[in-house]
């Protein structure tokens, strides 16, 4: 078995929640540079965002002061200790998150890896895990800036294709479940890995090389879900739906998805002759270039269109958003498409399907204002909030790249990939 390390660093941002490009990072390996050589290369290709594999002390203290926002993780061989014990998970994080803030800019603490296919017999304390964490972030006033998830293998997605009709396994009900409330309680977001070289490997023909590379089809080769009649493109977006409508199936609507890992094999033995270094990069670069097109999928979309609707056909008087006016900043899409939307909504006295905008949004009661910014039919900052719309969740933006060996059976993965995006609230 052959490891190919190739790195891609590449920063975007895009709507939808602060979307993002970052790497992931892993020091258990040969001739890893140091800690301070590695930030150093992060800095220089304007990475902002990465995922440790662990928690690494000497990557921590080389990323203080940075402003790079850090994932920290929770190895798999520490979770069943700290799913049975309260004072182990809280020990755990003042060793590794309080003891680095805020010099260290963390804002999420991946707790284990693909645990329910990975680490079964660990499953059953996984939730607890989580939840110990959340409470030591609590106790330390941190549970509003650092966010906790568990990355998952696409693999517990079954019937993907037409996503419309996937669901989780059901196996795992008794764990998704609760692990579902506890994110949508906690304002978190459902991580997952996602390879569609598997789901291209196990389709026995049926998915078409093309459709996994991101590589163009004419309209006729594109696949259709009969259910809701969306055409998808390209493996990844169709398995980012699924997901949505797997959590669903199990009456959880807003939860926004996190792809912590996605790459390619570029290499693999005799029964994996698509496993290679061309299709590893055709396969990363049209990722990336997906993702910078800003298209999101087909059941979530990007919102630059809604907003130029919204502040034209839409009516809504968008003058607070010019520069120098008082919603101005944060000068970005989605601040500016959640301040619109809500005017919108405001606008048509709240009628049922005026805060959807094509499933880009959805009604809330958290209120957004902020400073002089008062956002329309809210009572301003810390004012009573009134029914108003967020952002929905989508599938985020990507970012290619690896610091780490990520083995796979039968090859190696040429690299592995962080994309992410925050969800972002607005009384609306």
Not at 260 to 268: A, L, R, V
Not at 295 to 313: E, F, N, Q, Y
Request: charged share 10%.
């Amino acid at each position: 078995m052959a490891v190919l390390l190739l790195l891609f660093f590449l920063l975007a941002c895009s709507v939808y929640g602060d979307s993002f490009i970052g790497v992931n990072i892993g020091t258990d390996i040969t001739n890893m540079p140091s800690a301070t050589e590695t930030v150093a290369l992060l800095k220089a290709q304007s990475i902002q965002h990465v995922r440790l594999y662990d928690a690494d002390r000497a990557m921590l203290l080389a990323l203080a002061n940075t402003g790079i926002r850090v994932t920290v993780s929770v190895p798999n061989n520490l979770l069943l200790g700290i799913g049975q014990s309260n004072a182990t998970a809280a020990n755990w994080v003042a060793h590794n998150v309080v003891a680095h803030v805020p010099a260290t800019n963390i804002t999420a603490i991946a707790v284990g890896s693909e645990v329910l296919t990975a680490l079964p017999n660990v499953a059953p304390v996984l939730v607890n895990a989580l939840k110990f964490i959340q409470s030591a972030l609590v106790a330390a006033n941190l549970d509003q800036q650092i966010k906790v998830s568990t990355p998952h293998s696409s693999s517990i997605i079954l019937n993907s294709f037409p996503p419309s009709q996937a669901f989780f396994n059901k196996t795992w009900d008794p764990v998704m479940v609760p692990l579902l409330k506890f994110l949508q309680s906690t304002g978190s977001y459902l991580m997952l890995n996602v390879y569609p070289y598997y789901n291209y490997m196990q389709s026995e023909g049926k998915i078409q090389l093309e459709y996994a590379l991101f590589r163009p089809l004419p309209p006729n080769k594109e696949a259709v879900d009969a259910n809701t009649m969306l055409h998808y493109t390209n493996v990844f977006d169709a398995v980012i739906d699924a997901a949505y409508f797997a959590m669903l199936y199990l009456n959880f609507t807003n939860i926004p998805i996190v792809v912590t890992e996605s790459g390619w094999p570029s290499k693999g033995d005799s029964s994996e002759p698509d496993a290679t270094i061309d299709n590893a990069n055709t396969y990363n670069s049209n990722l990336i270039r997906h993702v910078l097109n800003n298209s999101g999928t087909p059941k979530h979309p990007r919102i630059p269109a809604a907003l130029d609707w919204a502040c034209g056909p839409g009516k809504v008087d968008c003058s607070p958003l010019r520069q120098g006016q008082e919603c101005y900043e944060p000068n970005n899409v989605v601040a500016h498409a959640t301040y619109a939307f809500n005017a919108y909504y405001q606008q048509m006295a709240k009628s049922p399907g005026t805060c959807d905008f094509k499933g880009v949004a959805f009604v809330t009661t958290t209120n957004p204002s902020y400073g002089s910014c008062v956002f329309p039919g809210s009572g301003g900052k810390n004012g009573t909030s009134i029914n108003g719309t967020s952002l929905a969740p989508s599938n985020t933006s990507t970012a290619s790249g690896s610091l780490s060996q990520h083995y796979y059976n039968g090859g190696s993965l040429i690299s592995s990939v962080i994309l992410g995006a925050l969800l972002l609230s607005a009384v609306l």
